[in-house]
Antibody
Framework: EVQLVESGGGLVQPGGSLRLSCAASGFTFNNSWMHWVRQAPGKGLVWVSRINIEATSTSYADSVKGRFTISRDNAKNTLYLQMNSLRAEDTAVYYC????????????WGQGTLVTVSS | QSALTQPRSVSGSPGQSVTISCTGTSSNVGGYNYVSWYQQHPGKVPKLMIYDVTKRPSGVPARFSGSKSGNTASLTISGLQAEDEADYYCCSYAGSYTFAVFGSGTQVTVL
């Protein structure tokens, strides 16, 4: 059974930091590009960041560039998102999502973890 | 990149067909045959319904179909059923850096 289990969300003050984790199982993690997609309350889906299999290439949405860092540990089948300088507009459910290498769609999604940025 | 443009809502009676449009640019929808569609019920995780414009994953009913013309992709639900009431998001590959851009989302209501 495929599982993507996010953790690390919570309430943080503006300007603060959080580190999200996503534990993967049930599929070949080291044949998968991994992504973070977020959804603000009552709003649509927004792609945030992606990392390739070897962790040699990453990319970010303009809204988070320079503040968020995506990383992965293939030995632990785990994806991370370090979020710094958080703003109110970063408040959202963050989904850990995978796309199989050489494919261009998202087939597995985690349950999401809620990040709330508020004073 | 800006979000792809979808109608805010569409509706239909059971058994009818509805079509959701998804308009982008030549940098995303028009430039690649990599449009996917996701269904999201309230409080639930998005589910892949269509990928590579027209392909259906195993387990997705045949009443869901996709197409594309120029910079606009479409999702058609034929023979609408009550359980199809949900939000639907299109998504397009947008290049090796940005990777993906989602649509604004469409709420489908079964009358």
């Amino acid at each position: 059974e495929v599982q993507l289990v996010e953790s690390g969300g919570g309430l943080v003050q503006p300007g603060g930091s959080l580190r999200l984790s996503c534990a993967a199982s049930g599929f070949t993690f080291n044949n998968s590009w991994m992504h973070w997609v977020r959804q603000a309350p009552g709003k649509g889906l927004v792609w945030v960041s992606r990392i390739n299999i070897e962790a040699t290439s990453t990319s970010y949405a303009d809204s988070v560039k320079g503040r968020f860092t995506i990383s992965r540990d293939n030995a632990k089948n785990t994806l991370y998102l370090q979020m710094n300088s958080l703003r109110a507009e970063d408040t959202a459910v963050y989904y850990c999502v995978r796309n199989e290498h050489r494919e261009n769609y998202f087939d597995y999604w985690g349950q999401g973890t809620l990040v709330t940025v508020s004073s | 990149q800006s979000a792809l443009t979808q109608p805010r809502s569409v509706s239909g009676s059971p058994g009818q067909s509805v079509t959701i449009s998804c308009t982008g640019t030549s940098s995303n929808v028009g430039g690649y045959n990599y449009v996917s569609w996701y269904q999201q019920h309230p409080g639930k995780v998005p589910k892949l319904m269509i990928y590579d414009v027209t392909k259906r994953p195993s387990g997705v009913p045949a009443r869901f179909s996709g197409s594309k013309s120029g910079n606009t992709a479409s999702l058609t639900i034929s023979g609408l059923q009550a359980e199809d009431e949900a939000d639907y998001y299109c998504c397009s590959y947008a290049g090796s850096y940005t990777f993906a851009v989602f649509g604004s989302g469409t709420q489908v209501t079964v009358l």
